[in-house]
């Protein structure tokens, strides 16, 4: 993978304290960062393991180096996490922006108006997508994944939608906790985050469903 963030792995600092610097998992030393609006790391948030816990109020972020996407090519996305926020348009849990709504967006969110939808993966004019479920505030598996024409999204492990799109994602940086598009648009995350892993892979279900599993154990998530 590109880019793999996992709070059971964060050490020296304690429940409560700011997180400056989730370290990147993955051997590409992509960690990302952030100097004023900090979360904070909670331990306990679910299946007894810890969390990375963003305000939004507070534009809680952290940001990682650029390179984990590239052009048109395969990619994928999966998080773990619980929304919390209420009332709002969208939440962006983690992904790569670009300009609205031509292909260069790839965000796992959660959505509460104008599309209910959680996980809605960005990245195209989808303001008619169906089978979506209304955000829960429940822990669960999100999974953006791109074969190269077409955009699947996954929850817990199931398909719930796909659009055929070409994704171009150059000229970004990864986020955690909000998404920045090249306009003026930021959406902020509101909520828990145990595992956020992006990378640039062959699309194969067989290995997508492997990691999600192995995400979805680490925190005793129902997962199909």
Not at 75 to 93: E, F, H, M, R
Not at 113 to 138: E, F, L, R, W
Not at 163 to 188: F, K
């Amino acid at each position: 993978m590109g880019a793999v963030f996992d709070a059971r792995f964060i050490s020296g600092i304690s429940a409560g304290s700011d997180v400056g610097t989730w370290s990147d998992r993955s051997g590409n030393a992509r960690d990302a960062t952030e100097s004023t609006n900090k979360p904070t790391y909670e331990v306990n948030r679910q299946g007894g393991a810890p969390a990375v816990v963003f305000v939004k109020a507070n534009s809680d972020k952290l940001t990682c180096a650029s390179g984990v996407f590239s052009g048109n090519n395969q990619k994928v996305l999966i998080a773990a996490y619980k929304n919390t926020s209420t009332g709002t348009y969208s939440d962006a849990c983690v992904g790569q922006s670009g300009t609205l709504n031509t292909g260069g967006w790839f965000v796992i969110q959660s959505r509460t108006q104008a599309v209910t939808g959680d996980p809605y993966i960005a990245g195209y004019s989808a303001d008619t997508q169906n089978n979506k479920s209304t955000p829960d505030n429940a822990w669960k598996i999100a999974c953006g994944a791109y074969n190269g024409s077409t955009l699947f999204t996954r929850k817990n492990g199931v398909q719930i939608d796909s659009v055929a799109r070409t994704m171009s994602t150059n000229s970004s940086v990864l986020t955690i906790g909000y998404d920045q598009q090249i306009t003026t648009v930021t959406e902020l995350w509101g909520g828990d985050i145990g595992v956020a892993m992006a990378g640039q892979i062959t699309y194969s279900l067989p290995l997508i469903k492997r990691m999600e599993h192995g995400v979805a154990y680490s925190y005793k998530i129902a997962c199909s």
